[in-house]
Antibody, heavy 118, light 108 residues
Framework: QVQLVQSGAEVKKPGASVKVSCKASGYSFTAYYIHWVRQAPGQGLEWMGWINPDSGGTNYAQKFQGWVTVTRDTSITTAYLELSRLTSDDTAVYYC???????????WGQGTLVTVSS | EIVLTQSPGTLSLSPGERATLSCRASQSVNSRYLAWYQQKPGQAPRLFIYAVSNRATGIPDRFSGSGSETDFTLTISRLEPEDFAVYYCQQYGSSPLTFGQGTKVEIK
């Protein structure tokens, strides 16, 4: 069965960086995009960007360009989200999700809580 | 960027009642790429409807989606206890992908 398993919760200080992983299994990793979506406490869903695991090509929402990087390692079917220059506004649950052109994001990881606090 | 506005913000209904959730887009959604997600506290969102009216795997037929261009609706014909949750619409026809702010369906 399709599974996306994310790395554990992180606590970071302002100005630091964090890297969240998303291990995919149960399907052909290179056949589907991986999207990243975040959700601040008590708030809605915010799309951040996607990666094409086959080509490595990426697309980011404008507000995340320049300080968010999405990468992948096809040998271990894992995608990564790296955020730099963290502020308290980046405290959120970060989700990875499998992307399909027809069904949008059909399988989601369990989420990774990133807390930014001094 | 396509802005999605959901209404109402909260819907208070009893089990067995019909729920009608609205999602309005600031411009036409390309190729009918409009989805609906359910999210329960502490859980990841779950895809319920894609391409406006197609139920995702395992979604019961009391859930239906309709609409076109800028106006979309998610209908739950008869609410079951497990249906009380937050629902988000999402457009994925153009970048950036965007979500509505959510409608909470709560028990009256």
């Amino acid at each position: 069965q399709v599974q996306l398993v994310q790395s554990g919760a992180e606590v970071k200080k302002p100005g630091a960086s964090v890297k969240v992983s998303c291990k995919a299994s149960g399907y052909s990793f290179t056949a589907y995009y991986i999207h990243w979506v975040r959700q601040a406490p008590g708030q809605g869903l915010e799309w951040m960007g996607w990666i094409n695991p086959d080509s490595g090509g990426t697309n980011y929402a404008q507000k995340f360009q320049g300080w968010v990087t999405v990468t992948r390692d096809t040998s271990i079917t894992t995608a990564y989200l790296e955020l730099s220059r963290l502020t308290s506004d980046d405290t959120a649950v970060y989700y990875c999700a499998r992307g399909d052109v027809t069904t949008s994001t059909d399988y989601w990881g369990q989420g990774t809580l990133v807390t930014v606090s001094s | 960027e396509i802005v999605l506005t959901q209404s109402p913000g909260t819907l208070s209904l009893s089990p067995g009642e019909r729920a009608t959730l609205s999602c309005r887009a600031s411009q036409s959604v390309n190729s009918r790429y409009l989805a609906w997600y359910q999210q329960k506290p502490g859980q990841a969102p779950r895809l319920f409807i894609y391409a406006v009216s197609n139920r995702a795997t395992g979604i019961p037929d009391r859930f239906s989606g309709s609409g076109s261009e800028t106006d979309f609706t998610l209908t739950i014909s008869r609410l079951e206890p497990e249906d009380f949750a937050v629902y988000y619409c999402q457009q994925y026809g153009s970048s950036p992908l965007t979500f509505g702010q959510g409608t909470k369906v709560e028990i009256k």
